[in-house]
């Protein structure tokens, strides 16, 4: 109880704040979308910004932390697929936005704000690692799977520009790259420029969460219900536990990745993000793919209140 109570709680009442805002019609959506798009194109690659730029690339990227955070995705990704196709007989168009969800993990708005409050901002780093490369990774095999399937075996010469393109506007993508340009040049930030940013930075994770309320208040669950639950069960259940049985290494009990298991504040970060709801990007992509949406809609906001219990069910069992 002390877990809920302490780490998990409030970061949902926060959530809770903006949906009943948004609910009493105290914030309208064009409120709403203006805070999300301050906090998603503003505040959030700005916080990504600083926190790549300033990583030890040397030691922070430990290739064992994101095989076993990223197999844990792709897992979710194709039970995702092939069980809308051949449990629920969805369209495979249908079936790619549905494996998305369990692919696309809240990784920046719940992941850093609940290990934040569980274990503190140093423990954060291999949050940002994995946070990265999340976006790009996950656009790319969302997008190319769905054009693969829309394809049908047409010509695919498209396809790169297409990814190429999606990523270059992306606002997340953005501020990592030019976090990483910052890293590997070597160049520092003036004071007043970083002082800048460090101001917005600090906005990125309240306004978000409170903006996602908001958001999810648009997103009422409808019909679909049983595939509904199965996704929000491979995105809470299935996604951190192949992550935790692979980052156990030669642990014992674990499926093996070279070297020895992840120390525990990387361990942390992977199984904790892995363990989120999936995130908005999973209704924006079926959104613009025009499937599934409300599967995916329902997926978030269920997917979201149950991440209550899951999370501190996976913070009571890590070390």
């Not at 805070?35 to 700005?46: D, E, H, I, R, Y």
Request: glycine residues 12%.
């Amino acid at each position: 109880m002390s877990i809920f109570a302490s780490i998990i709680l409030p970061v949902f009442v926060l959530i809770a704040m903006g949906y009943a805002a948004a609910w009493r019609g105290l914030m309208p959506e064009s409120a709403v979308d203006g805070l999300m798009t301050f906090a998603q194109g503003f505040a959030v690659p700005v916080l990504l910004f600083l926190a790549v730029s300033r990583l030890d690339l040397t030691q922070s990227f430990d290739p064992r932390l994101l095989v076993s955070f990223y197999l844990g995705a792709v897992s979710g990704f194709i039970v995702g697929l092939f069980g809308a196709r051949l449990i629920f007989g969805r369209s495979w168009e249908d079936s790619v936005a549905i494996g998305f969800c369990g692919l696309f993990s809240n990784s920046l708005l719940l992941g850093l704000a609940i290990t934040e409050r569980a274990y503190g901002p140093e423990a954060l780093v291999g949050n940002f690692v994995i946070l990265s490369v999340h976006a790009p990774f996950c656009y790319m095999l969302g997008i190319a799977t769905m054009e693969l399937v829309k394809a049908r075996g047409a010509a695919l010469a498209s396809l790169p520009g297409k990814i190429g393109g999606t990523l270059l506007r992306n606002a997340l993508v953005i501020g990592i790259g030019l976090g990483f340009v910052v890293n590997l040049s070597g160049l520092g930030l003036p004071m007043v420029l970083s002082d800048g940013l460090e101001m917005i930075a600090r906005a990125a994770i309240p306004t978000s969460l409170f903006g996602l309320g908001g958001v999810l208040f648009r997103y009422r669950p409808e019909g679909d219900m049983r595939v509904i639950l199965f996704i929000t069960a491979v995105s809470l259940l299935l996604h951190p536990t192949v992550t935790w049985l692979l980052a156990q290494g030669g642990a014992g009990g674990g499926l093996p990745l070279p070297g020895q298991p992840l120390e525990v504040d990387a361990l942390r970060s992977a199984v904790l993000t892995a363990a989120m709801a999936p995130g908005v990007n999973a209704y924006v992509f079926a959104n613009q793919n025009g499937h599934a949406r409300r599967v995916a809609a329902s997926a978030v906001l269920i997917g979201t209140a149950a991440s209550m219990v899951t999370g501190a069910f996976w913070i009571w069992l890590l070390p």
